[in-house]
């Protein structure tokens, strides 16, 4: 295992999916470098993160022996597996960790992903001048998998039950993107209130305030 006060680098940028990483940063206590830059938006920021990620896309976590990590889901769940004292995943052996699997694995295919789309509808080969209506799809598409999620969940105080993990963080960032919060509210009405308690946590006050400004 890494030393635990050995430095991070993290890629990220604010209102982005890195946010997630950051919070599961901040919650276990480790310290870690921020390479600013939203990749969706700059060239330079891509330039930046190519050099340890070639897709140029962020979160992008370097560990301190110089090994690279991407994919949100992955880091999230790597991190709250490093301390063996955290609840932020379930245990191997603990039953609900089929359907933590599960539901960070779908996050992150069935809604995150589709954002990659948004920013160049002709990367899915749709014109330009479809753009309004395929993020319209995009939209609707988003919706209907939070409301499918929120249909097959039994949340507590938390999704999963009554510790906060890293899908709580995860769903509480993504679901900020496209159709926003609003939206999501409206269709995953089960998972509102563990949202609302994740964004509420004193511990991540300061961190929501600085990354997600608006």
Not at 147 to 162: E, F, R
């Amino acid at each position: 295992m890494h030393h635990p006060h050995a430095p991070l680098t993290l890629y990220g940028a604010p209102a982005s999916g890195a946010v997630a990483v950051e919070a599961a940063l901040t919650l276990l206590g480790l310290p870690y470098t921020l390479v600013e830059g939203a990749t969706w938006a700059e060239e330079a920021a891509r330039d930046r993160v190519a050099t340890s990620n070639p897709m140029r896309q962020i979160p992008t976590l370097v560990l301190p022996d110089g090994e690279v990590m991407t994919e949100s889901a992955a880091i999230l769940i790597y991190l709250a597996d490093l301390d063996p004292a955290s609840t932020l995943a379930p245990k191997p052996s603990d039953p609900k960790r089929r359907q933590f699997l599960r539901w960070m694995l779908y996050v992150s295919s069935a809604v995150y992903a589709l954002h990659w789309i948004k920013p160049d509808v002709r990367r899915i080969g749709a014109p330009e001048a479809s753009r309004d209506a395929v993020v319209e799809a995009v939209h609707e598409r988003i919706a209907f998998c939070w409301a499918n999620m929120d249909s097959q969940l039994a949340p507590g105080h938390y999704l999963l039950g009554d510790e906060l993990t890293v899908l709580d963080l995860y769903v509480a960032v993504v679901s900020r993107f496209g159709p926003w919060r609003e939206r999501f509210f409206e269709v995953a009405p089960g998972m509102a209130a563990a949202v609302r308690r994740v964004d509420e946590d004193p511990r991540l006050a300061a961190l929501w305030a600085a990354r997600f400004p608006n």
